[in-house]
């Protein structure tokens, strides 16, 4: 193995030798490496670094800095892949550069680290037959080059899946190609400006000094810097000169305005005196201050971009291409571009396939990840008759979607377009600031006018530097990006959180609401049945009983039903939640297609259900229909749960028994059980100096249950949507700020009466939500992490405010009474709002603070992308 | 001092010069990764991989 060590200090993981994740016990999946045996968790990590070390390239385990996603075994489904070698499909994103010579563009999923670029380079262009790879850090795309006769594209495809990593292929012409452009144009202005600042710089330097210097040399020099700065004047800076132009056809008074006035009439005097022979130029000044200007905003650019990444994301997410069957349920597919397809296609989404659309499942059962849409990051369970929205990731199995809406109608289309006018509205605190930029400019000019006019009485030759410098110092930018910057990072993260703001003013007033109030069904509880606790008998595992009841329960559509068979009983058994997220599709799929079947099954409506399986005959039902012949085991040392059959809506949990022919095997406890994380989300809540309420229109029993269990004091039951609403007017009048949280359609007049909404955007119409915020996902963590998002933006806004403020007060007057040089002035102006577009970005790598003691569902799954 | 008669035209060429190679690098992508290559450079490519067969799977 070769090693290195000094070169890449390689932080140690502990865990899986692979992944990182911690490795259950009970599982041996070794691995030799550099002479010693290391532990994996899985099959995935061990196939995996297997082949990276077979294959000569460890030195990925010394030299990574970050650790890989765990591979889901869903992957080795990929060997579809076949498909991308058909010429017809290769069509839109295959270049042939001769006859067998292929390129192709691939992006690159799961890449964390420089390390995984080495690798990936290092495995692809090992494979025979493959002409070149380059890769590209910070995009995560790869060129490949191969030879057609030699290898397919589906065995490099397959290669890199091997060591656990995804490519697809994509079109390049349609992504990011404008940024890319405006990127490279950028990149040329500054190129012109920074060599022409440097070369006039040269010639201004001995003119300064020298003594000796003949008149004729001088007009040289002059001569030859104005040649120089007439392409910085007339191609580098002309971003200022249309950007002001375009200001003052508006009858606006924009940032750009001073800038143009300052560099112009710098220019137009230099030129003049270089013309006439007498009066002094300012060429060094004048490019000084266009580079410096220009680095502002380039690096500003790129941050920008940084800032807005959330939603371009969101909209790439929606594949180029897709499979139509045609003839469903006949088999036979054809590939055609998104654009084509109609509502009512059925399509085909293979494992590791992006949906195109939404639509409703009609053949296939499935895990799909709509971590990208709602931040929750564990998969979610589809079968038939399930919506999928389109934009997730299906997992597991190959899935058949009828397509329902597309294009702009889709779920996806809608976020985006709510978070396009979240950002376009603005708060009143940037309203505000945008208005008094404007005057400030045009205070501005009036104080340089004046200035210009006294340094002239008093000596005429400083009077033109002066103005220029006092026109360059003064900074509205910084006043005018103060806000939409940290709020267009702020809403970006935000939705990455899996929060998504409808309303520009809802940041600001989560920020600074004083009381939330939420409602029960559906918000801090699933609002459907679900398990609460398995309690076995006789010695059998929880996983045994509960897959046992899945089976009975298999074909039935009860809501009992379906909890037994969809759910793990939660809480009793936190290690079956480690495990869930660890190994995502295989434990869901073990939910969601019992290990055993069950025959004869038949069904007493009212009491329960009967089956065989494996030769035994099991019921299940309430205690007297499921143990006829037993005497109920009243006395079992306090094992006996409850009086069987109750409603789960007076606040108790109903109870399911399960039995043999012989036995009481099981009970299972079903109720509507609070959100898995509530407890810890609202503690953290609460920690922050929130004052929570619950309301509900349910019966006090549950609601007074639910509120002890979450420890929520002040509550209400039995309210109905005028109560609620005047609940919530009670607590505005007592001047507190309500934040409220409901389902957003039931809930919609309390919603509109409190200052700030939230809505559960699980299942509900993102888009019909009467609210100002929309929960993307259901982990209610998310409130706490955006209370806490939203305080540190309303602290960045005024950092930054104050800042423009504070810097524009001290530099005018510095500059007025000439203290500032026009170079000087480039510099700071710059510095100024790059300071606060930096000081914005600081939200985007916003880490919530994890509440200790209370474990939360969370996912050890490293996040990529 | 007879000499920057030659010598500042010159200094305008060789500036023109170089402009034109900035622009071309910045045309033929040289500016599209900033930190891929640095990285790459670390990486050691001591044991080349064999390429006359295919990675196990």
Same mark, same amino acid.
């Given at each position: ?24 016990? =009970? ?7 550099? =002479? ?156 012109i ?13 001995p ?50 305005v ?19 022979g007498?009066?002094?130029?300012y ?34 997410l ?14 036979d ?25 939404? +639509? ?8 799909v ?10 998969p ?5 008759h ?69 340094w ?68 801090l ?11 076995p008998l ?37 290690? +079956? ?29 009212g ?29 079992? +040392?306090?094992?006996y ?18 039995a ?21 989300a609202?503690?953290?809540l ?10 509900? +229109? ?19 039951? =039995?309210?109905?949507?005028e ?10 009048q ?22 700030v909404s ?7 119409d ?35 405010? =104050? ?9 005018i ?9 026009p ?43 | ?30 500016? /599209? /990764? ?9 990486? *050691? *490519? /001591?044991?080349?991989?064999?390429? *006359? *067969?295919?990675?196990?799977?």
């Amino acid at each position: 193995m070769s090693n290195s060590p000094g070169l890449v200090d390689a932080p140690s993981f502990s865990g899986c030798f692979h992944c990182g994740l911690p490795v259950p016990d =009970g599982t041996h999946y070794p691995i030799q490496f550099e =002479g010693q045996t290391r532990q994996t968790c899985c099959r995935g990590c061990q196939a995996v670094a297997q082949t990276i070390i077979d294959s000569g390239q460890g030195a990925y385990y010394t030299h990574r800095t970050a650790l890989p996603a765990t591979p889901r075994e869903a992957e080795a489904e990929l060997a579809q892949l076949g498909l991308y070698d058909l010429p017809e499909i290769q069509e839109s994103f295959v270049r042939v550069e001769a006859e067998n010579i292929r390129e192709a563009a691939l992006i690159l999923e799961n890449i964390v680290c420089a390390a995984c670029i080495w690798l990936n380079e290092r495995h692809i262009a090992g494979l025979p037959g493959v002409l070149s790879v380059e890769i590209n850090y910070a995009t995560r795309r790869a060129r490949v080059r191969w030879d057609n006769s030699r290898i397919q594209l589906s065995a490099i495809l397959k290669a890199v899946s091997d060591i656990g990593y995804i490519a697809h292929p994509f079109d390049p012409g349609r992504s990011d190609d404008v940024f890319k452009r405006e990127r490279n144009t950028a990149i040329k202005r500054l190129a012109i400006a920074g060599l022409g600042m440097m070369q006039v710089m040269m010639y201004a330097l001995p003119t300064y000094t020298a003594t000796d210097m003949t008149d004729e040399i001088r007009l040289l020099m002059r001569w030859a810097s104005l040649i120089l700065t007439i392409p910085v004047v007339g191609y580098s800076a002309w971003p200022f000169f249309i950007g002001a132009w375009r200001d003052l056809k508006r009858r606006n008074l924009g940032m750009d305005v001073p800038v143009a006035l300052g560099v112009g009439t710098a220019f137009v005097a230099s030129v003049y005196s270089t013309l006439s022979g007498h009066g002094e130029v300012y060429y060094d000044s004048v490019t000084m201050f266009i580079f410096l200007l220009l680095t502002g905003r380039f690096l500003e650019m790129n941050a920008r971009r940084r800032a807005g990444a959330a939603v371009e994301e969101l909209v790439k997410l929606i594949p180029a291409a897709t499979t139509r069957l045609p003839n469903w349920p006949a088999r036979d597919e054809e590939q055609v571009p998104v654009a084509r397809l109609a509502v009512g296609d059925h399509i085909l989404v293979r494992p590791g396939e992006t949906l195109p659309a939404d +639509g409703v499942v009609v053949e296939g059962d499935s895990a799909v990840s709509e971590a990208m849409l709602t931040g929750e990051s564990l998969p979610v369970t589809k079968s038939v008759h399930a919506k999928v929205v389109g934009g997730s990731l299906n997992q597991a199995s190959p899935l058949v979607v009828r397509v329902e809406k597309l294009g702009a109608e889709t779920r996806l289309a809608s976020i985006v377009r709510l978070l396009d006018r979240a950002q376009s509205e603005k708060p009143r605190i940037g309203q505000l600031a945008d208005r008094a930029a404007a005057w400030f400019v045009g205070l501005l000019l009036l104080i340089t006018v004046a200035v210009g006019l006294a340094w002239y009485l008093i000596d005429p030759s400083k009077a033109l530097w002066i103005v220029v410098s006092i026109l360059v110092v003064t900074c509205p930018c910084a006043l005018g990006l103060a806000t939409p910057a940290a709020l267009t990072t702020a809403t970006g993260r935000l939705t990455r959180l899996g929060l998504l703001t409808t309303r520009g003013h809802a940041l600001e007033t989560l920020a600074r609401a004083t009381d939330l109030v939420f409602d029960k069904t559906g918000t801090l509880t699933h609002g459907r049945l679900s398990v609460r606790r398995v309690i076995p008998l006789g010695g059998r595992s929880a996983e045994e009983v509960s897959a046992l009841a899945a089976a009975l329960e298999a074909g039935s559509e009860h809501p009992i039903a379906k909890a037994l068979r969809q759910d793990r009983p939660e809480g009793e058994h936190p290690e +079956g939640h480690k495990r869930l997220a660890a190994y995502p599709s295989r434990v869901l799929r073990e939910v969601t297609t019992p290990a055993n079947t069950a025959s004869h099954i038949r069904n007493t409506p009212g009491r329960g259900v009967e089956g065989t399986i494996d030769g035994r005959t099991y019921r299940l039902g309430s205690p007297r229909f499921a143990a006829p012949h037993t005497a109920l085991p009243q006395s079992t +040392g306090g094992e006996y749960p409850g009086n069987g059959h109750e409603h789960p809506e007076n606040g108790h949990e109903s109870w399911v028994a399960l039995a043999d022919e012989t036995e009481l095997i099981a009970w299972f406890a079903l109720a509507d059980t609070p959100r898995a994380d509530a407890a810890a989300a609202l503690a953290a809540l609460r920690h922050q100096g929130l004052r929570l309420h619950l309301l509900s +229109g349910d019966a006090e029993g549950a609601v007074k249950a639910t509120a002890q269990q979450l420890g929520i004091d002040d509550w209400h039951a =039995g309210a109905l949507p005028e109560d609620k609403l005047a609940y919530v007017k009670s607590l505005q009048q007592q001047g507190r700020i309500v934040a409220m949280v409901g389902d957003g359609i039931n809930d919609a007049p309390v919603l509109a009466g409190a200052q700030v909404s939230i809505a559960m955007g699980e299942g509900a119409d993102v888009a019909q939500a009467a609210a100002d915020m929309v929960m993307l996902g259901s982990r209610l963590a998310t409130l706490s992490e955006s209370v806490a998002l939203a305080r540190k933006t309303q602290r960045i806004i005024r950092q930054n405010l =104050g800042w423009a403020l504070g810097y524009n007060l001290i530099a005018i007057p510095a500059a007025a009474l000439g203290h500032v040089t026009p170079w000087i002035a480039g510099i700071g102006m710059s510095a100024s709002s790059l300071l606060v577009v930096l000081n914005a970005l600081r939200l985007s790598d916003f880490k919530p603070a994890r509440t200790p003691a209370v474990p939360t569902l969370d996912s050890p799954l490293p996040t990529h992308r | 001092m007879d000499i920057l008669i030659l010598l500042i035209p010159l200094s305008l060429v060789l500036v023109g010069v170089i402009a034109w190679v900035m622009l071309w690098a910045a045309k033929s992508g040289q500016f /599209d /990764d900033l930190e891929g290559p640095g990285h790459s450079v670390i990486m *050691d *490519d /001591d044991k080349p991989p064999k390429s *006359d *067969d295919t990675p196990r799977s």
